[in-house]
């Protein structure tokens, strides 16, 4: 019978004992991204609550306000199909949500900025098909070791991400 493969977290727990290092350390830097990233997706647990607090908002000065359609781009939170003819409180709601998310995590609640990330395909090609510019925070801003030197990841990381 073949010997049972050890999991990540064991090896983290081996590797804390031996070294030292703090256990999540030891899980997060060896075990792969926590989450993969996805083309224009907003969904995630750090922009959720700024998402549902900004509909809630948006429900007290417009009522009966069309459903918002929320979507990531190059790393900033945007509502799509917004209609540019309503007032100023709804502005200041939507500007509000725009302005934290910026400095939020998409995929975590904690403090982010705007990093280079590969995107990662379920579908036809299935793998690292790509980098987008999403805000993540140190732990979630994910690249894989024999991405980090492509020529258009470089190009993107030079444009967009911002000094730490």
Known sequence: MPKKQSTAAQRARQRQAASGEN???????????P??????????A????????AERDLALVWPGHPAPHWEEK????????????QGPDVWAVVGRALREAATTCQTC???????????????????????WVKTCC???????HHLRSDESYLDLVEEYEEDA
């Not at 989450?35 to 995630?44: I, L, P, T, V």
């Open 46 to 53: 750090g922009w959720a609550p700024i998402i549902e607090r």
């Open 23 to 33: 256990y999540t350390t030891a899980l997060r830097a060896r075990s792969g991204p």
């Open 138 to 144: 140190d732990a979630c801003g994910h690249v894989p």
């Open 109 to 131: 609640p904690s403090p982010g900025r705007k990093r280079v990330v590969w995107i990662w395909d379920t579908g036809e090609f299935r793998g690292w098909v790509m980098p």
């Open 74 to 85: 190059f790393g900033d939170l945007c509502w799509k199909g917004a209609p540019w003819s």
């Open 35 to 44: 989450f993969r990233h996805k083309m224009f997706s907003a969904r995630g």
